[in-house]
Nanobody
């Protein structure tokens, strides 16, 4: 069965950095893209970064572009999100997600909390 296990969240001051990891396993077939999504209470989950499987191209939400970097290590089956120059607005639960055999996210991790204080 598919497992996506996030780690690396925590509390930092504004301007600090964190690196999130997502250990992936049990994929039953081809994956099209993976990404990181953020959710705060009372709001919908929003995608902040995506990486495509075939050519490794990436996409970022405008709010994080230039500060966050998504990457993957295929040998370790791990997805990363390097977050620099963190802002209080980056606070939220961060979820790793995968689009497997479908061109939409259909598998999710449990999330890891990121809290940025001013």
């Amino acid at each position: 069965q598919v497992q996506l296990v996030e780690s690396g969240g925590g509390s930092v001051q504004a301007g600090g950095s964190l690196t999130l990891s997502c250990a992936a396993s049990g994929f039953p077939g081809r994956w099209f893209f993976m990404g990181w999504l953020r959710q705060v209470p009372g709001k919908e989950r929003e995608e902040v970064a995506r990486i495509y499987s075939n050519i490794g191209s990436t996409w970022y939400d405008g709010s994080v572009k230039g500060r966050f970097t998504i990457s993957r290590n295929d040998a370790e089956n791990t997805l990363y999100l390097q977050m620099n120059t963190l802002k209080p607005g980056d606070t939220g639960m961060y979820y790793c997600a995968a689009a497997i055999e479908r061109y939409e996210y259909n598998y999710w991790g449990q999330g890891t909390q990121v809290t940025v204080s001013s």
